[in-house]
């Protein structure tokens, strides 16, 4: 059984595949369909997003796709950048300004406290959409910390551990992040669904 996967950031791609990983399911990806257009993002919700991105790509292709929707949430800007993470300091995406811009905007808050959501949507070409989400908690350092993943990585340091997760090898970081716990939930809740589609 094919399964798209609607994305084509490639640190999600090789996460997605390092966690994702059912016998006899082949692992495609936006990239192999280089013709579709990006969807856009307009939704309120992490979730509405996923959903969008899920419901386009297995329309397009006919194939079974799998979505996700992810951003960081910070306490004391009321939950901010969330759904806007990407395109938190403008157009184009830009990490390095994104996390300039997040340190400007904590300074002197009284709390750092933060969490990266992931939703994993996944639509059937002729059945219902379904979802999951992962989370992980933890905070926002004042300094940027390591050169691995992506996105805010260099600044998230999650709950019970001191490094940050740019600061992780890829297995360590998927062990806990919000998109490996949003894809371990998705293995586990749609393994019988995935399976029986075969
Ligand atoms: P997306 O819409 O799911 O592609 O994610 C939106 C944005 O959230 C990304 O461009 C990153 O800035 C941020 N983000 C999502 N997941 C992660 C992660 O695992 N590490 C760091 N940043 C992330």
């Known amino acids: 059984m094919k399964l798209v996967l609607a994305t084509r950031n490639k640190h999600k791609l090789q996460e997605i595949r390092e966690i994702f990983r059912l016998p006899g399911l082949e692992l495609v990806s936006a990239l192999d369909f280089p013709e579709l257009e990006d969807v856009v993002e307009d939704g309120a919700t992490f979730e509405a997003n996923a959903v969008k ?10 194939f079974w796709s799998l979505a996700d929707d992810s951003g960081l949430e910070v306490d004391a800007l009321n939950g901010a950048p969330g759904v806007y993470s990407a395109r938190y300091a403008g157009e184009p995406v830009d990490y390095a300004a994104n996390n300039r811009k997040l340190l400007r905007e904590l300074e002197g808050a009284a709390t750092r406290r933060a969490r990266f959501r992931c939703v994993i949507a996944l639509a059937d070409p002729s059945g219902p959409i379904r979802t999951v989400e992962g989370r ?10 390591g050169r691995q993943g992506f996105g805010y ?13 740019a600061e992780m090898d890829g297995p360590l970081k998927n062990s806990m992040s919000h998109r490996g716990r949003a894809l371990a939930a998705a293995e586990k809740t749609w393994g019988e669904i995935l399976r029986m589609g075969l």
């Open 136 to 145: 992980c908690e933890g905070t926002i350092i004042d300094e940027l910390r």
């Open 53 to 62: 991105k899920a419901v386009s790509l297995t329309q397009a292709t006919g």
């Open 153 to 165: 990585d260099p600044l998230f340091v999650p709950e019970g551990y001191t490094q940050t997760f």
